[in-house]
């Protein structure tokens, strides 16, 4: 069976010990990796502080949504959709071989055949399609490998690729059609699985997939279909 086995940014106030001089002159400053951002403004503390926070919710949303292409996939379902961006400069192959199987149509009536609360929901196997509670689902692709990309960590909301685990695949090569979303942070899994990508909307209805009844092999008790899976640009995608 294929099995599933951040950007950090950190903002502090520089010399906050002298926060009293600063109340003063109006001027604070935040470290942003190597470099530093100062305010000069003479507002009071307050108005200095509310600019700081600014700031760092910037980055921070920079690093979050820092994708590497405008295309992204939207995964539909009956819990609503999920929308993915993305990693093509990390992984250029895996994102090739996912954007190709969907502009095949490769994805559509595939099912989400295992979900573990607090890990993952994982799908993309074509046998499910068929029988999404068969036997054999979990063992199915597209006929090849995908060779390993491994450079990102496994954050909430990543999009990684399944393999086949063990000894016998000593090199980490991805399934050519399984994947993933993590549904929180699962840093056990980083250095194994290859990350391609990350869900910019829709992680709620991950949430409500990770949490439906289940059997012993964590395949649901009643099917979770991806009805379609289509490619578009972001600005279409998160569309309300």
């Known amino acids: 069976m294929l099995i599933a ?6 903002g502090r ?12 002159s109006g001027k604070l400053a935040i470290r942003a990796g190597h470099g530093k ?27 979050t949504m820092a994708a590497d292409t405008d295309t992204v996939a939207v995964i539909e379902t009956k819990f609503g959709k999920v929308v993915v961006e993305f990693y093509d400069t990390d992984a250029p192959k895996t994102c090739a071989n996912f954007q190709k199987l969907t502009k095949d149509g490769f994805y559509n009536g595939t099912a989400f055949h295992r979900v573990i609360p607090g890990f993952m929901i994982q799908g993309g196997d074509p046998l499910s399609k ?19 990309e491994i450079k990102r960590d496994h954050s909430r909301g990543t999009l990684a690729t399944a393999r086949l685990g063990g000894p016998a ?54 099917p979770v279909v991806m009805t ?8 279409e995608a998160l569309k309300k």
């Open 5 to 10: 086995g951040q950007i950090n940014y950190r």
């Open 13 to 24: 106030v520089s010399h906050p010990d002298k926060l009293a001089g600063a109340q003063a």
């Open 37 to 63: 951002i100062a305010i000069n403004n003479g507002d009071n503390i307050m108005k200095a502080l509310t600019t700081i926070a600014a700031v760092i919710l910037l980055l921070k949303g920079v690093t």
């Open 130 to 148: 068929q029988d999404p509670r068969g036997g054999s689902v979990g063992t199915g692709g597209p006929g090849y490998t995908v060779p390993a």
């Open 169 to 222: 695949n000593p090199k980490k090569d991805s399934s050519g059609s399984q994947f993933f979303i993590n549904v929180k942070d699962n840093d056990f899994l980083n250095g194994d699985y290859t990350v391609f990508g990350n869900v910019i909307a829709g992680l709620d209805v991950a949430d409500k997939i990770v949490a439906v009844p289940r059997d012993g092999r964590d395949n649901p008790t009643e």
């Open 228 to 235: 379609k899976v289509s490619l578009t640009t972001r600005a």
